[in-house]
């Protein structure tokens, strides 16, 4: 029986990380649809942010409360599950705490240690449910969160409680076989959380706990495998995305846009025609109408969203009423880019679909209404530029389509003639200080 056990342990654990590592597989391709782009400068300060943004959430605790709650959960994600390698080591070797033996008093300690966070993540998974389904803080309960979106959150706070709640309940039912010195399970100090429900399991016939014991243990490893393989369909994601995306965010200064090299190269050649490269050139594109126009860098930034709001709720556009939602277009970004990706898989190649991120998914209204502020790229708590997508979106739409409001003509037209955005000549710019000097 014993073997078995094991046999199916090992069928059950391979299949769910060769399953896993096929959709990383299918991530890693669909990020890098995206432009080359080099990120790889101010090598420190990248690790700096690592360090204080993904790993210290340092923009969380501008909100201390649920920053503390979500902290909580993500060391219990980090924490808690350096135990499921003696978990998996036990279900190969068909052993039972493995570690304990080796370890001794300090397992005790360990376990009491995961039992007092695991309880801790119970409880803020608990709030946070309270919070976006009876509370219902309005950045959670938008319009783009509609159907699966709030479905998906709901139900990993759901997972989460689950798999807490397993978990300390197959430590209670250990516990109590450890008392009636049931086979080989090895005995261990009092646990302070599960210990509580210990009592629970006295009197009960000792394999009806062994059931109840088994049961929660195989729950809990394969509800956690089930997660690891939820996490590419999932908002989730940002999880194991967050750490990569901080490093390779900007370090430039905030405001400091990225020049178009190939205008600055249509302008060298104006000036200096001899510059430009002999022969017939391909035909240049400005800016980005589709996904794989975006830079990989763009397309991490999507699969990385939390979905969390906090640059849409800090957008000063969307506050006074207008259409542009820097959420959604993180959204519709990561949409678009996994409808190219199942159209690639279905065909071998990417097959013309008639449809493109611009105007399919985001709308020019959308995108004028941005006053590029960066005040969605400050609030982000794992680095995202919302941003940089709208910048090149728009580009397209004015450069390539020729699409500006006739307000912003005006204003190309007299930074073009005036070198500034007034229709003034620049010869009469200074002629209010004269007016001064005459009164």
């Known amino acids: 029986m014993q073997i078995i056990q094991q046999i199916l342990f090992i069928l059950i654990t391979g299949f769910a990380i060769w399953f896993f590592s096929r959709n990383v597989k299918n991530i890693r391709r669909n990020i890098l649809l995206g432009r080359e782009v080099e990120l790889d400068d101010n090598k420190a300060e990248r690790w700096k942010n690592v360090l204080l943004l993904a790993f210290g959430q340092k923009k969380m605790f501008k909100y201390p409360l649920v920053a503390v709650m979500h902290f909580v959960i993500y060391a219990g994600f980090i924490i808690i599950n350096l135990e499921i390698l ?52 309005n950045r959670l309960n938008r319009k783009e969160l509609d159907g699966w979106p709030r479905t998906d959150a709901n139900l990993i706070l759901v997972t989460e409680i689950a798999l807490m709640t397993l978990f300390l309940t197959m430590n209670a039912a250990d516990k109590a076989l450890q008392l009636q010195r049931y086979g080989n399970y090895y005995h261990t100090s009092n646990f302070f959380v599960s210990g509580l429900i210990t009592p629970l399991f006295e009197g009960m016939n000792t394999s009806t706990v062994v059931i109840i ?52 190269d249509e302008v060298l050649y104006a000036m200096q025609p001899q510059l430009a490269p002999a022969g017939e050139q391909p035909a240049m594109k ?89 005040a969605c790229v400050e609030e982000c708590p794992v680095s995202i530029s919302p941003l940089d997508i709208i910048v090149q979106l728009r580009r397209h739409v004015i450069m390539e389509e020729s699409r500006a409001p006739q307000e912003w003509n005006q204003m190309f037209s007299n930074v073009e003639n005036n070198f500034a955005p007034w229709k003034f000549s620049p010869d009469d710019r200074d002629k209010w200080a004269e007016e001064m000097r005459e009164s």
């Open 86 to 137: 003696e978990i998996i080591l036990d279900g190969i070797f068909g052993t039972h705490r493995l570690f304990a033996p080796t370890l001794g008093a300090l397992y005790s300690w360990l376990i009491n240690a995961f039992e007092i966070l695991a309880f801790a993540v119970l409880l803020a998974c608990v709030i946070f449910l309270i919070r976006r389904n009876v509370i219902k803080v």
């Open 213 to 264: 014991e088994r049961i929660c243990w195989w729950l809990h490893i394969i509800g956690v495998l089930a997660f690891l393989n939820y996490l590419p369909y999932s908002k989730h994601l940002h999880i194991i995305l967050g750490f990569p995306n901080t490093y390779y965010a900007s370090t430039n200064p905030m405001g400091k846009f990225r020049n178009m090299k190939e205008i600055q």
């Open 286 to 374: 400005f800016g980005a109408k589709d996904v794989p126009d975006l830079t990989w860098k763009n397309l991490m930034d999507a699969y990385s969203c939390t979905e969390c709001g906090r640059c849409t709720a800090a957008c000063p556009a969307n506050i006074t009423g207008k259409k542009l939602n820097p959420r959604k277009i993180m959204m519709d970004t990561r949409d678009r880019m996994e409808e190219i990706g199942g159209n690639i898989n279905k065909n071998g190649q990417l097959i013309d679909d008639g449809k493109t991120l611009l105007h399919t998914y985001i709308t020019e209204e959308e995108l004028r209404a941005c006053t590029t502020c960066q």
